[in-house]
């Protein structure tokens, strides 16, 4: 049974749903997600884990700050460490989709202490997004989605007509497909209306530096981000749905020069919202990799 219950972590107040008991793993969803996504995961993991999915702050029924100021990677990275201490576990197993994943990446580099096993998701390590970024226009051309996202219009026209063009700009695929039914629109919807989520969930893209779709002459002046970051030494696991539209699969090449212990599965037939298309695929391949709690 999935139960929810809130944590005092970092200045904010984080809801979280969780199933199980033992050794820890946590599960982080991106935009525009919530804590939902993670159903099939808990269940799994729930069986031989204390398995976790938070409300990421700004997100459904979480403390949703409205400077984007509070919603940079260091911050949001600290979040997630202390909601590892408030289950007093200071070893655990982060699992991370989309902008869970760029959290994830950020919590690898500066508290890699704490992580037994890294799952990420179809979403790129910050040195080869960049690079993506710089140096493949395709990749530019995916991504432009974002400066509409950062924009000051964005809550008002994606929330028009009950969000309609939110739903179909993520979940319109798989809402087509049957993958998502009608229940899964209503939980969205719901969490989207929650005081604060939309602009909370947009402020990911507002505090985060995309020089390189506003001014590439002037990010190509610049350091790379792989030049001044550690490597990630942590048994890493990515699971890649080869049909991203947003994140293509350019952002995998050289990933090992970053993440040295890195396995990746990739999943030709699968999209960006993998975890919903595929929830048992993506339940053996972590099955596999991190073993029994």
Not at 24 to 34: A, K, S, T, V
């Amino acid at each position: 049974m999935i139960q929810h219950e809130f944590a005092e972590v970092n200045g904010v107040k984080l809801h979280y749903a969780f199933e199980g008991k033992g050794k820890l793993i946590i599960f982080l969803h991106g935009f525009p997600e919530y804590w939902d996504m993670w159903k099939a995961q808990l269940n799994e993991f729930g069986k031989d884990h204390l398995a976790v999915a938070p409300d990421m702050r700004g997100y459904n029924l979480s403390s949703a700050p409205q400077d984007p100021k509070q919603y940079r990677q260091k911050i949001l990275a600290e979040d997630i460490r202390q909601l590892a201490e408030h289950f007093g576990q200071k070893k655990f197993t982060l699992v991370a989709h989309d902008w869970g994943g760029g959290v994830a990446w950020t919590f690898a580099i500066l508290f890699p202490q704490y992580l037994e096993k890294l799952v990420i998701i179809n979403s790129p390590h910050p040195a080869t997004m960049e690079r993506e970024l710089r140096n493949n226009p395709a990749q530019r051309k995916a991504s432009s989605y974002m400066l509409f996202f950062r924009s000051p219009e964005a809550e008002n026209k994606l929330s028009e007509n009950n969000y309609s063009l939110l739903l179909n700009l993520a979940f319109g695929d798989l809402i087509k497909s049957g993958v998502l039914k009608e229940d899964d629109v209503k939980g969205y919807i719901k969490a989207w209306s929650q005081p604060g989520a939309l602009t909370g969930g947009l402020n990911y893209y507002r505090a985060t530096n995309v020089e390189a779709l506003e001014n590439l002459e002037e990010a190509l002046k610049k350091p790379s981000i792989g030049e001044l970051i550690p490597k990630i030494n942590v048994p890493t696991l990515v699971i890649w749905g080869e049909k991203d539209t947003a994140l293509l699969t350019g952002c995998l090449d050289g990933l090992e020069q970053y993440v040295p212990h890195v396995l990746i599965k990739r999943v030709p037939d699968a999209s960006h919202w993998i975890v919903r298309e595929k929830p048992e695929l993506v339940n053996k391949y972590m099955r596999e990799f991190i073993g029994r709690g």
